[in-house]
């Protein structure tokens, strides 16, 4: 009778076990969907802050030169991407999630992008909007991952900081001229130019964020 008993108990173990282990491996697969779909989530999020953000704004700047909001939008779009980047950081060293995970930032700003492509194609329904998805993601995605890296963990706080704001002064002024450029002078070859330079930009601060966290690359440490 004893030795029944224990047989049973250990088939109990062995099934809580098996059970606990199929659900660590399922967890584990759904992990990077959970992770995209927060991101996306958060893409969401930072559009309507931007939104919000430029719509009060924009009553101060209504006898200002034409410039002048072009610029001001893009410093509020810079900012709160910025924000998010440093939430990101410290939820990430506070869950102890792998600090590559900060790369998913560029998920986020690609929703942002086709949110805010989304909205200027409902205003203004022409061919555009499918030439400024080429132009200006590349720029959502670019400044992401650039304050991707320029949050990544640093051990000398004052270089850590040194190295955000000057991120957050080249953002701003890369998406600013582009969309000084694209509003006040455009040309017949803006569309392709941008878009490549846009391009060939991107790629460079993926791959040095790659790098720089050892994610997807050669260079993770496992």
Same mark, same amino acid.
């Not at 555009?128 to 030439?131: E, P």
């Given at each position: 009778m004893k030795y029944r008993t224990l047989q049973e108990q250990h088939r109990r173990e062995a099934l809580v076990k098996a059970r606990s282990e199929l659900a660590q491996r399922w967890m584990a697969r759904l992990k990077p969907v959970l992770q995209g779909m927060t991101a996306a989530a958060a893409g969401v999020a930072l559009w309507y802050a931007m939104r919000l953000g430029q719509g009060a704004v924009r009553p101060l700047f209504a006898s200002a030169p034409e410039w002048l909001p072009l610029v001001v939008n893009a410093g509020i779009e810079e900012v709160l991407r910025l924000c998010l980047a440093l939430i990101a950081a410290y939820a990430i060293?506070? @869950?102890g999630l792998e600090p590559g995970t900060a790369? @998913? *930032?560029v998920v986020s700003a690609c929703v942002l992008a086709a949110l805010e492509n989304a909205s200027y194609l409902a205003r203004f329904p022409t061919f555009?909007?499918?030439?400024r998805l080429g132009y200006a993601l590349p720029i959502h995605a670019g400044a992401a991952a650039l304050f991707a890296i320029a949050t990544a963990p640093d051990s000398n706080k004052l270089r850590r900081t040194k190295t955000v704001a000057v991120s957050l002064a080249a953002a701003w002024t890369w998406h600013s001229a582009f969309n000084l450029v694209a509003a006040l002078t455009p040309f017949p070859a803006l569309p392709? *130019?941008?878009t490549a330079l846009n391009l060939i930009a991107l790629t460079a601060l993926v791959a040095a964020l790659a790098i720089r966290y050892g994610y997807w690359s050669i260079y993770a440490e496992r």
């Open positions: 060293m506070r @869950l790369g @998913l *930032a555009d909007s499918y030439w392709v *130019a941008g």
